[in-house]
């Protein structure tokens, strides 16, 4: 296990369903403002929701803030997004 796995740290603090920070964020594979598609320390974060802005975004720091009216936020693994035969853009955009 390498240094980063070893100290990975995911943590998310939410006030009133309108205002996230997050940490442990690695990338943002898409976002919208209905929805949010993140690669997290913990697994892919997907967060829907009305009127998202990303109002803070760190990658090296793998830091983000969101904004708007949050909904739902629904962990998956990796795996379920590595389905073969299926581009990666497809199986994001269904």
Known sequence: MDE???NANHRIVMHNRNECQMTGVRDVISFTAEE???ETEMGILQIKGQNLHMSRLTLEKEEIDIDGEIVSMVYSSAQHYNKPGESFLKRIFR
Request: a positive charge.
């Open 4 to 6: 980063k796995q070893q």
């Open 36 to 38: 949010a598609l993140l």
